[in-house]
């Protein structure tokens, strides 16, 4: 089975030329023959030139014989995507693909006992921070275009898909929080955290049950922008490296410093009076002008018939963007699929400009092309466009099992300093030693 790049009969065909040209050179000329290389050697990743020496799109793949295909994807709109790039990819290969629904976040768990079976999907749908535990089981094949998608995607997108430098992922969106406002309480949308604080203390009235500002205070997920801008970091070498941890180093206690400073001067309240539903009713009524959340959130805003507009975060006291974190969706390749030719082919025809754009009208999704971004219909949609900026500047959720402990830890953590107004780097400092902890306990 090609691992990269190279097929089967692919790799038949190299020894088969190679003991010919040695033949031919009576086994002595090797000098006029050690470059020579099989035309279709590599297929997946060379780029071929035209006779201007200008550089063409990859060759396609030499697709398996009598090859059908299994995918497994979320359902809803997702379902109604895949089944419609199923369609158009038979119509252009004619090789038949049948859509099953198993949701994203079951997928990976359903491959482990699946796979090695021989009755998983050639091709599944799955979040990049449960990627690791598949790429150490052996139960994914990498990415057989990362060239093409290094060039053409979000590198959130391609770091949160990726593990030990090699690319895996066939990424089909990314989603990420935002500042969502109500245009009908902010007249100027802040471009920095003290200009939020600003408008949001004047408009906070726990008596009148109005406030300017939420933020669910407890939950590590969105505490991360403030902490990642201050230059905080979850671990170190781009999220690879456990060894070293960045959650109680200057940046991360800043970032529990300013988390202070909003309780005492727009959000009165304990972490326990503030979640989804409370930020959610007080949006609808007009009782509450900025949020911190995400796109899942938009559906209901709309129903209620709020007027709202989403922008990315505004920049802290340092200047910086913060860096919220990211969530990616991407196609995996079974490793235990029969016909890895066609299904790379499959992810890969599923992320074209084409079918994302698809995806995009069919379900708001974001997608993780960078073109896209550029799209007039995209850009039109100030929503999406809100998402996407901040998108740009978000981290990928780290995707290696050692972030398993961070969750807890960093959640109990923020909000003790939310609640008692205790000094971060005492509170950071044991979290971290708790994190090391788990981590230990996880490796053994």
């Not at 901040?390 to 830890?409: K, L, R, Y």
């Amino acid at each position: 089975m090609r691992r990269k790049g190279m097929s089967v009969l692919a790799l038949s065909f190299v020894f088969i030329l190679v003991f010919a040209l040695v033949g031919c050179s009576g086994g002595n000329n090797a000098t006029g023959n050690q470059n020579a290389k099989p035309d279709n050697a590599n297929k997946g990743n060379a780029t071929s030139t035209n006779s201007g020496n200008q550089p063409t799109e990859p060759a396609e793949p030499e697709i398996e014989k009598d090859a059908s295909l299994l995918v497994w994807d979320n359902g809803g709109s997702d379902e109604d995507w895949a089944k419609a790039v199923a369609e158009e990819f038979t119509k252009k290969y004619n090789i038949p693909v049948e859509v099953q629904v198993v949701a994203q976040g079951d997928a990976p768990t359903k491959l482990q006992t699946d796979g090695p079976a021989l009755l998983g999907a050639d091709v599944f749908l799955a979040p990049h921070d449960r990627i690791g535990s598949l790429v150490s089981a052996g139960l994914i094949l990498e990415n057989f275009y990362p060239d093409e998608y290094k060039r053409d995607f979000m590198d959130a997108a391609i770091t949160g898909t990726t593990i030990d430098g090699v690319l895996y992922g066939y990424p089909t969106a990314i989603d990420t929080y935002a500042l969502i406002y109500n245009k009908d309480l902010v007249k100027k949308v802040p471009e920095t955290m003290d200009e939020l604080i600003e408008q949001a203390k004047a408009f906070t009235d726990k008596s009148k049950g109005q406030y300017g500002f939420m933020m669910q205070v407890g939950d590590f997920y969105f505490l991360h922008g403030f902490l990642g801008g201050y230059g905080g970091y979850v671990f170190g070498d781009k999220n690879t490296n456990s060894q070293d941890i960045g959650l109680n180093n200057e940046g991360a206690v800043k970032a529990g410093e300013l988390m202070q400073r909003l309780r005492k001067e727009v959000l009165p309240l304990s972490s326990a009076d503030i979640n989804a539903a409370i930020k959610e009713s007080l949006f609808i009524d007009n009782k509450l002008m900025f949020d911190i959340n995400g796109p899942w959130s938009v559906a209901a805003l709309q129903e209620g018939k709020v007027n709202f507009g989403v922008a990315p975060l505004p920049k802290l006291d340092n200047g910086k963007a913060p860096a919220s974190f990211s969530g990616v969706r991407a196609y995996y390749v079974n490793s235990y699929t029969k016909y890895p030719e066609a299904a790379s082919l499959y992810a890969k025809f599923a992320t074209s400009e084409e079918m994302l754009m698809k995806k995009f009208e069919m379900s708001g999704q974001m997608p993780p092309r960078t073109k896209l971004l550029e799209n007039e219909k995209i850009n039109s949609d100030e929503i999406i466009k809100g998402f996407l900026e901040q998108a740009a500047v978000s981290v990928p959720m780290p995707n290696i099992p050692e972030m398993e402990p961070v969750w807890g830890a960093m959640n109990n953590a923020f909000t003790v300093i939310w609640d008692e107004d205790t000094d971060p780097k005492v509170i950071l400092d044991k979290a971290v030693k708790q994190i090391k902890e788990g981590i230990t306990l996880l490796k053994q």
